[in-house]
């Protein structure tokens, strides 16, 4: 199975600046025949469930705000929220969609505000 | 609107059963794979099982292998997870998803339930 990690655990960002996570796939979740990569970014409120927020890696979901972007290739993925609104704070996961299931999720990381 | 209804859960001794149901409409829901994510209290995510459109192609964690089920009704727009020989570490939320494409393989879960709460304890 892919493993998924994310870095850092935790993070504590000011209200308007950059938020920035990461996700390490331990294989290669592109897909050499269409060169996309099967990675989605969730986020998840207390209480709630998970909200898909961006997918193919780079892809924004319908609805969600343009402060979330997400980028990178192969093995190595990061989410940026450019601007961390209140309304962020979060659990932020990623998950491989790569071939068959199962899907991994990374363990996710935390956003707070400072 | 897309709207995924869990039900089922509960209090269940180690070594029980539960089936848990997911109600599902706002969509054509034989177009779409649909899968089952678990949260254990204060932890991470954990991808469970997954099912393709017809019914015909089923997916499961090494976790669960041999001892859930996951199946639809697609005459009734209802997925299920039929969980035997339930174990402490099972305990968490499930939650049901549907999937953006028909096949259970290379998709993401683009809605998710509120979920239900399992317990597996004496």
């Known amino acids: 199975d892919i493993v998924m990690t994310q870095s850092p655990d935790s993070l504590a960002v000011s209200l308007g600046e950059r938020a920035t996570i990461n996700c390490k796939s331990s294989q290669s979740v592109l897909y050499s025949s269409n060169n996309k990569n099967y990675l989605a970014w969730y986020q998840q409120k207390p209480g709630q469930p998970p909200k898909l927020l961006i997918y193919w890696a780079s892809t924004r979901e319908s609805g969600v705000p343009d402060r979330f972007s997400g980028s990178g290739s192969g093995t190595d993925f990061t989410l940026t929220i450019s601007s961390l609104q209140a309304e962020d704070v979060a659990v932020y996961y990623c998950?491989?969609?790569?071939?068959?299931?199962?899907?991994?999720f990374g363990p996710g990381t935390k956003v707070d505000i400072k | 609107e897309v709207q995924l209804l869990e039900s089922g859960g509960g209090l269940v001794q180690p070594g029980g059963s539960l089936r848990l149901s997911c109600a599902a409409s706002g969509f054509i829901f034989n177009t779409y794979a649909m899968t089952w994510v678990r949260q254990a209290p204060g932890k991470g995510l954990e991808w469970v099982s997954g099912i393709s459109g017809s019914g015909g192609s089923t997916f499961y964690a090494d976790s669960v292998k041999g001892r859930f089920t996951i199946s639809r009704d697609n005459s009734k727009n209802t997925l299920y997870l039929q969980m035997n020989s339930l174990r402490a570490e099972d305990t968490a939320v499930y939650y049901c998803a549907k999937c953006a494409g028909i096949a259970a393989a290379g998709t993401v879960s683009d809605y998710w339930g509120q979920g239900t709460l399992v317990t597996v304890s004496s």
């Open positions: 998950q491989q969609y790569y071939g068959n299931p199962p899907f991994t």
